[in-house]
């Protein structure tokens, strides 16, 4: 089985590591060729895992996954660990670059398997690093600094120049993670001085756009936007795509760091318009941008959609397993979500001068009874955030209507009535995880049927609705208007028990178990808006 080197192979991995991909293809085509010609099944196997890996940095996905599984079947046949543990490693890297990390990981924990038989230390440095860089994006950070640091060792023991600058490359981003920038710094120098003395521009690209990260938390913006420059002009010359769209991605963070809101979004828009047909995750981090780009520029909705997009991407990753960092990055999304909710329903209280505070009022008190009726720690983080939106529809409303002082029209008032309607017609484009429309929709509807903008009644009312009707009301009572004074919770708590047919009983008696924690609440609030 064992074969000697084809003389094609070294012009081969010089194509590759110069990023002509069809040209190393053709290259390992001839090999190939040579190698069945010879009848050298050996020859044979290492041409066809080193075209599928070639394939693979292509981008030819779907052929680099079947010549890749061709030479797992073929190396297991021959009983060569060696291919096998080759051809592994690359159907796991295939399997990263989906999302796909626990079958990523049953990939590399079988090729460390096949290379621990033949102890070959190349083979044993990549499946190593390869679990590391699991481990990286699970957030286990500890575990991944150890998996490199062995992977390393292998990789010299092995005198595999191309591995270690990945590993150190690798080591450079973990520690960027870490917040440790100077030693993050030291290892990608190490990085680029062996990638630049082996003459491998794709490698030597792919650390310059690494290294935008590092520049971006020392707030180096020139730098980092020469490294960017750096890493883009090189895959823009081997037409990498994904690689690419990672620097437009940087480029998009550089300029809105910058001011530059246009110029980052015209980049950001890029870099998703790549991800979205080649990696979720890289995806996810761009929507992510574009929503604080989007919000920046004041285009909440829009900054919603992103922002929704991002947190479904990052969730479907989460659906495939149990993955530690893909939760925190839900849970920082489901952050940000809140913050700007919050920041738009202050933007609705601008123009209503008389509702200062009265989202994050109803919000609280919505949430305290929902929490008690039994919803989810989950789901309140988003029933939360159709908290602040119920009254979205008022920023079509106009101010003279809003601020009135006094008893408004039957025209007006069927105006000021719109804005529920209204409100559900602007979020009719965000695909919310949680269902927030109905509460911005149904808020205003009676249990009796006698409310607006459906005349619903009963359980026909969607209940985060009906929850969100006992909170508008009572903190509308307990705060002034433009035609009346706040009332004291006292009298507040009369007019609703007074109409307490027009509550969800079950729901009502909860929020009267409730009352004296919210009644200090509502006191503070008509004082402050004294």
């Known amino acids: 089985m064992n074969s000697a080197p084809h003389p094609l192979l070294e012009r081969a991995a010089e194509q590759e590591r110069a990023g002509d991909w069809s040209a190393a293809a053709e290259t390992y085509h001839s090999v190939y060729r040579a190698h069945a010609a010879a009848r050298d099944a050996a020859g044979v196997l290492d041409a066809v895992v080193r075209l599928g890996h070639c394939c693979r940095h292509a981008g030819q996905h779907e052929l680099a996954s079947e010549l890749l599984d061709l030479a797992l079947e073929l190396g297991e046949l021959h009983g060569s660990d060696h291919v096998a543990s080759r051809a592994l490693n690359g159907l796991g890297q295939l399997a990263q670059g989906r999302g796909d990390l626990d079958r990523a990981e049953a990939f590399f924990g079988a090729a460390h398997a096949r290379a621990e038989r ?83 521009i794709v490698q030597s690209g792919v650390i310059h756009v690494n290294m935008v990260e590092l520049f971006l938390a020392r707030g180096e913006l020139e730098r980092a936007r020469q490294s960017c420059d750096e890493g883009f002009e090189i895959f823009s010359r081997v037409n990498h795509a994904l690689r690419k769209a990672e620097a437009l991605k940087f480029y998009g963070i550089i ?33 992510r941008e574009m929503a604080r780009v989007l919000r920046l520029q004041g285009r909440n909705r829009q900054a919603l959609e992103a922002l929704n997009r991002s947190h479904t991407l990052f969730t479907s990753l989460q659906a495939r397993s149990d993955l530690a960092d893909i939760d925190e990055r839900v849970a920082e999304l489901e952050v940000e979500f809140l913050s700007l909710v919050r920041f738009w329903g202050e933007s609705i209280e601008a123009k209503d001068h008389y509702t200062l505070g009265h989202c994050a009022r109803v919000a609280d008190y919505a949430c305290r009874i929902a929490e008690r009726a039994g919803l989810t720690e989950r789901d309140l983080v988003w029933f939360r955030m159709g908290a602040f939106l119920h009254d979205v529809g008022k920023t079509e409303v106009p101010e003279e209507i809003l601020n009135k002082p006094g008893r408004l029209t039957d025209e007006e008032r069927a105006i000021m009535e719109r804005h529920t309607v209204i409100g559900d017609e602007m979020l009719a484009p965000v695909e919310f995880p949680w269902d927030i429309r109905p509460m911005v929709r149904s808020h205003h509807e009676r249990w009796d049927g006698r409310g607006y903008p459906d005349g619903l009644a009963g359980e026909g009312i969607p209940r985060s609705a009906r929850i969100m009707r006992i909170a508008d009301v009572f903190d509308a009572l307990t705060t002034a208007r433009s035609y009346r004074a706040p009332l004291t919770p006292e009298q507040a708590l009369d007019i609703m028990q007074d109409d307490a047919g027009s509550f969800d009983p079950e729901l009502f008696e909860i929020f009267l178990e409730l009352y004296p924690e919210f009644a200090p609440t509502a006191v503070e609030a008509a004082f402050a808006g004294a």
Do not use: C, T
């Open 118 to 200: 033949v102890g070959d230390p190349w083979l044993l440095g990549a499946a190593v690093q390869n679990l590391g860089i699991i481990a990286n994006i699970r957030g286990e950070l500890q575990k991944a600094a150890d998996l490199y640091r062995a992977g390393l060792a292998h990789l010299q023991a092995a005198g595999a120049v191309g591995g270690q600058v990945s590993v150190l490359n690798n080591l450079g981003m973990l520690h960027v993670d870490q917040g440790r920038l100077e030693i993050a710094g030291d290892y990608f120098e190490q990085a680029l001085a062996l990638s630049d003395k082996l003459g491998d």
């Open 255 to 287: 300029y809105r760091e910058g001011g530059k809101l246009h110029l980052a979004e015209i980049h950001l828009r890029q870099s998703i318009e790549i991800a979205s047909r080649e990696e979720p995750l890289l995806e996810a981090e761009a929507q």
